[in-house]
Antibody, heavy 122, light 108 residues
Framework: QLQLQESGPGLVRPSETLSLTCTVS??????????WGWIRQPPGKGLEWIGS???????YYNPSFKSRVIISVATSENQLSLKLSSVTAADTALYYC??????????????WGQGSLVTVSS | DIQMTQSPSSLSASVGDRVTITCRAS??????LAWYQQEPGKVPKLLIY???TLQSGVPSRFSGSGSGTDFTLTISSLQPEDVATYYC??????????FGGGTKVEIK
């Protein structure tokens, strides 16, 4: 059973870069059957997809973040990371690491970390 | 970009009631739609994919239907443990994902 665990600073200053790491256990991040990504949820609000990465390093980003976001994988460490630059208070959210199983007719975000709350404040 | 519109944004119903949530896509998405349940303070959980396929372990009182642009999630007999916010999500442009705004379900 795949397990995902986010880690990183809980407080980031405005204009700085938010950095989070997700460690995958119970399986390999090199799996060709999975995409890995980040979804965030501002307090009291809905879910927003930030972006995804395949083990090969191919990345896919929400256009709303494209100029500020980098998602990468470290296959030797079974980790993926998120970097979001030039943050503002609007980036305060619970950031989920998500593993997605995929096939020709489905794409299922069926593995979620517990979430990492990041607050942007001076 | 595809937009997903859910309605209502919240509802209150009695235990045993039939509850229906709708999700409308701004473009045709075939059946590339999933529903997620997020109980208060918890991580979202996949309920349904391909518009109508129940994820393993999900109670049979949950069902999904629709294709194209209009979809529904139905709880046939609302239970106290169903109090949650429900989100539709399209993976029509996977790996890109788009969520609906959510529907909060409460017990009357």
């Amino acid at each position: 059973q795949l397990q995902l665990q986010e880690s990183g600073p809980g407080l980031v200053r405005p204009s700085e870069t938010l950095s989070l790491t997700c460690t995958v256990s119970g399986g390999s991040i090199r799996s060709s059957s999975h995409y890995w990504g980040w979804i965030r949820q501002p307090p009291g609000k809905g879910l927003e997809w930030i972006g995804s990465v395949y083990y090969s390093g191919s990345t896919y980003y929400n256009p709303s973040f494209k100029s500020r976001v980098i998602i990468s994988v470290a296959t030797s460490e079974n980790q993926l990371s998120l970097k979001l630059s030039s943050v503002t208070a609007a980036d305060t959210a619970l950031y989920y690491c998500v593993g997605t199983s995929w096939g020709s007719q489905y794409y299922l975000s069926d593995y979620w970390g517990q979430g990492s709350l990041v607050t942007v404040s001076s | 970009d595809i937009q997903m519109t859910q309605s209502p944004s919240s509802l209150s119903a009695s235990v045993g009631d039939r509850v229906t949530i709708t999700c409308r896509a701004s473009h045709h998405i075939s059946n590339y739609l999933a529903w997620y349940q997020q109980e208060p303070g918890k991580v979202p959980k996949l309920l349904i994919y391909a518009a109508s396929t129940l994820q393993s372990g999900v109670p049979s009182r949950f069902s999904g239907s629709g294709s194209g642009t209009d979809f529904t999630l139905t709880i046939s007999s609302l239970q106290p443990e169903d109090v949650a916010t429900y989100y539709c999500q399209t993976y029509n442009s996977a790996p890109a994902l788009t969520f609906g705004g959510g529907t909060k379900v409460e017990i009357k």
